[in-house]
C-alpha cells in the first residue's frame, strides 16, 4: 500500500511540477509580448495566439537589432566625417551627404522623423513640429543630439485620428519643402 501511495504523491508532485512551469511560461510570454509596442502590430495583440506573439516579439527583436546596427553605422559615419572635416576644413560636402536630410518612418498609429542638419540648419524646429500636427499627427516627443557639425532631431507623433491617419508621403514632401 505504501509503494502506491509514494507513486500517486510522486504523480501529484509532476503535475504540480508541471502546471507551475506551465504557468511560469504562460506569464513570461505575457511580459515578453506586453514590451512589443502596441503600433507595432496592426492587429490587436489580445487576438493573437501565444505563439504568434512570440513570433511577433522575435520580429521586433529583429527589427530592433537591424535599427541599432543602421545608427551605430550612421554614428560612425557622422564621426568618421567631423575627423576628415575638421582636419580639411570641408564641412558637409564630405561622403556625398548632402545635409539637411528627412527619414520618415510609419509605425501604422505613429510616425518616427529624424532630421539629420548642420550647425547652421536653415529650418526652425517649430515648422516641423507645426507640418506634422497640419498633417494629422499628435507629437509625443521630441529630442536632438549634437555630433561634431552636425545636429540629429529624432520627433515621435501619433495619429490624432487613426481611422483617418497620417498620409506619410505628403508629410515627407512637405518636410522636404521645408528644409530645402
Known amino acids: 500500500m505504501k509503494k502506491s501511495h509514494c507513486e500517486s504523491t510522486s504523480k501529484l ?15 513570461l510570454c505575457f511580459k515578453l509580448a506586453s514590451l512589443v509596442p502596441h503600433h507595432f502590430s496592426k492587429p490587436s495583440k489580445d487576438m493573437l495566439s501565444q505563439q504568434d506573439q512570440l513570433e511577433l516579439a522575435a520580429c521586433y527583436i529583429k527589427q530592433m537589432r537591424e535599427r541599432v546596427e543602421k545608427l551605430k553605422r550612421v554614428k560612425e559615419q557622422a564621426i568618421t566625417t567631423t575627423r576628415t572635416s575638421r582636419s580639411t576644413g570641408m564641412a558637409s560636402k564630405m561622403i556625398g551627404l548632402r545635409l539637411p536630410v528627412v527619414e520618415l518612418r510609419d509605425f501604422g498609429s505613429s510616425i518616427e522623423v529624424v532630421l539629420v542638419s548642420g550647425l547652421n540648419k536653415n529650418f526652425m524646429f517649430y515648422e516641423v513640429i507645426t ?28 495619429v490624432r485620428i487613426r481611422r483617418v491617419g497620417v498620409e506619410t508621403s505628403r508629410v515627407w514632401e512637405r518636410l522636404q519643402e521645408l528644409i530645402s
Open 131 to 158: 507640418v506634422l500636427s497640419e498633417e494629422g499627427a499628435e507629437v509625443v516627443s521630441a529630442s536632438y543630439s549634437t555630433v561634431g557639425d552636425k545636429v540629429f532631431h529624432t520627433i515621435h507623433a501619433q
Open 13 to 27: 508532485d509532476r503535475k504540480t511540477v508541471e502546471r507551475n512551469r506551465r504557468v511560469h511560461m504562460k506569464d
